[in-house]
């Protein structure tokens, strides 16, 4: 039987509905895959954007820390190390006139030669001077030295024969009782008098407002006339080395006053790490 032309319309109009939807769900298709990618690679682009960023601040950071420290010199003059000035760079080489205001130059040139911190220090070691009685010149004998060995050397009498003596002394680099011991006695020598009893404590002090800093707490006993008393307080009080006097005890005796303190000192626990670790993500989900 042939078909009826109502039959065969119907049938034309199903078959364009199906093309149509299949072409609509095919563009859906395609259109939805766009925007995907079009969001994965926005993302992409956004987080790689974050990543050159705190690349380059990380660059911009080191480079500072480079300059203000005084390792290399900035030889053109622009404001910053460029990657050939860094490559070039000896450290060991860099002389002081080349690094002025840098950490470098400060602690070496103007610290060295401070004469306040001078005013308090110690007499200098007899390798401090040269054979006619003058103080040698470390800072030129370094710009002048040739070899690593030679520039170590150096550097070391400087620290023990300039001003920079000060501040170990001031605050050790290490914990040790008995030099603390041997610099509480050397302050009652200079006042003329012989301690009852000085020992440390058997106990741990916790600094909780310094960091990078601890103590040695010590236990000092000092019985004598008032006048006796008040001169080993004030050398105490005067020396380079801060003792910290928590707590107090005085009494009244038949030979003048007994005093009984507690105190800390203090000392450096070690280097601090200046280095950090940044971690960045694509978004909040790990």
């Known amino acids: 039987m042939a078909a009826k032309p109502a039959d065969t319309k119907r049938e034309k109009i199903s078959k364009a509905q199906q093309l149509t939807m299949l072409e609509v769900l095919g563009a859906s298709l395609v259109l939805g895959t766009c925007l995907v990618l079009m969001n994965f690679i926005g993302k992409y682009i956004e987080f790689n954007t974050r990543i050159i960023a705190a690349k380059n601040e990380s660059i911009a950071m080191y480079d500072e820390t480079l300059r203000n420290i005084g390792i290399c010199p900035d030889t053109d003059k622009d404001g910053r190390l460029s990657a050939r000035e860094i490559e070039e760079c000896d450290p060991n080489s860099v002389k002081l006139s080349q690094v002025p205001n840098s950490l470098r130059y400060n602690v070496l040139e103007v610290m060295a030669q401070n004469a306040d911190l001078e005013s308090v220090a110690r007499k200098r070691n007899e390798n401090c001077y040269d054979a006619d009685g003058k103080r040698i010149d470390f800072n030129e004998m370094y710009n002048s030295a040739t070899t690593e ?6 550097l070391q009498a400087t620290k023990i ?4 003596r000060v501040i170990s002394d001031a605050l050790p680099a290490q914990k040790n ?6 610099s509480l006695n050397q302050l009652f020598i200079i006042s003329n008098w012989e301690p009852e009893n000085i020992a440390p404590r058997d106990e741990t002090v ?16 000092v019985n004598g006339n008032g006048a006796t008393v008040l001169t080993v307080l004030n050398n105490i009080d005067r020396s380079i080395r801060n003792f910290d006097i928590t707590s107090a005890t005085v009494e009244w005796t038949n030979t003048g006053l007994n005093l009984t303190a507690r105190a800390n000192a203090y000392y450096m626990d070690g280097v601090w790490n200046l280095e950090t670790e940044k971690t960045l993500r694509a978004g909040d989900k790990k």
């Open 149 to 154: 060995s030679e520039r170590q050397q150096i």
């Open 161 to 164: 024969c300039s001003s920079l």
């Open 177 to 182: 009782t008995e030099a603390l011991m041997a």
């Open 206 to 221: 916790v600094l909780d407002d310094l960091s990078g800093v601890e103590a040695i707490p010590v236990t000092l006993q």
